[in-house]
């Protein structure tokens, strides 16, 4: 068994680019070739495990696993492999249909009634459906804002003042207690989950590990820093009408006080942050660099085709 110290247990495998990379963090086999990536589906389970695996040794890493292997050369091809094809994925497949302004007024727009996931929580929702979700959401919400503070060193001026202002408020504003990450463990409590860091992380389905990675991979390469600031633009956009509606469905379903309030804590807050991430984060890095328009909107594009994809999967299985 593991302690928080030692970090989570590694996942099972799902294929032979993950088995290969556990197997060489464990140091009972050889990493796959490179050159295998090409070969895979770039949304598929195998894939985005192999890449999440290979980045998670950048947060908590695993239980057993040498913190040296972080910055192991062979590992990092491989993961620059598992990226390019990825990346490349992503930029044929979201590519933004225009402008910035365009993509970003999209955004906005909110149906009168919608069909994605929050919208089913909020009419149908039931215990089982938000324990569901809840598990799927742990892979990112309980590391909530640590792939975005890697942006901060590669930002200046405003964009980094507001970037740093909105993670203050993530990071709990000085308050342990408030950590977004910890408001989010305190609601898989109230769902009855177990709230280690990375337990559900062989529940977590290819389209979830695919938005942890759409973070780590955007905010760990400065060249992609532009995509971060669209991603973060897309999640704190349209967070808070997302959060007023699975707060709803908290309460409908009588989640528990604390499943509550990460929604109704973050309907609030998101309200704020989307003014500031306009304003100052996108705002300021293109009045420094206007040329980082079109990859601030492929991060905004990019967010939301895997995020669809996820609502999808989640969806198939609840009204399938
Ligand atoms: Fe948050
Ligand atoms: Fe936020």
Redo the contacts with the bound molecule.
């Keep these: 068994m593991s302690d928080e110290h030692d970090g989570p247990e590694l996942p099972m495998e799902r294929g032979a680019l993950s088995a290969g990379v556990i197997a060489h963090l464990r140091g009972t086999g050889a990493l796959p070739d490179p050159g295998d990536a090409q070969d895979a589906d770039p949304y598929g389970d195998d894939l985005q495990l192999a890449l999440y695996v290979c980045y998670e040794l950048h947060y908590r890493g695993f239980a057993g696993v040498r913190p040296e292997l972080e910055w192991d050369p062979p590992l990092l091809a491989v993961r620059a492999a598992l990226e390019q094809r990825f990346l490349e994925a992503l930029r044929r497949d979201a590519a933004p249909a225009g402008p910035l302004d365009d993509v970003l007024a999209e955004l906005q727009v909110e149906p009168v009634h919608g069909s994605g996931v929050s919208w089913f929580l909020q009419e149908r929702g039931e215990l089982r459906h938000l324990r569901a979700y809840a598990v799927q959401r742990s892979l990112y919400h309980l590391k909530e804002a640590d792939p975005h503070a890697w942006v901060l060193p590669r930002l200046s001026g405003r964009a980094k003042a507001g970037m740093a202002a909105?993670e203050y408020?993530?990071f709990g504003a000085g308050r342990a207690d408030r950590v977004?990450a910890r408001l989010f463990a305190d609601l898989m409590s109230d769902l009855g989950l177990d709230t280690a860091y990375g337990r559900y992380l062989d529940e977590g389905c290819a389209a979830m590990l695919a938005l942890v990675n759409l973070m780590s991979l955007f905010g760990l390469h400065r060249r992609l820093r532009g995509a971060l600031v669209g991603h973060f633009a897309a999640?704190?956009i349209t967070?808070s009408p997302a959060s007023r509606r699975l707060a709803r469905a908290m309460q409908r379903a009588g989640a528990g006080p604390a499943a509550e309030f990460f929604y109704t804590e973050?309907v609030e807050?998101?309200a704020v942050?989307e003014q500031v991430v306009r304003r100052e984060v996108v705002g300021g890095l293109l009045e420094q660099e206007p040329e980082m328009a079109a990859d601030i909107a492929f991060g905004v594009t990019a967010t939301a085709f895997v995020e669809e994809r996820l609502g999808e999967c989640l969806l198939a299985d609840w009204q399938g």
Aim: charged residues 35%; without cysteine; hydrophobic residues 25%.
């Design positions: 909105i408020d993530e977004h999640v704190e967070s973050h807050a998101d942050h």
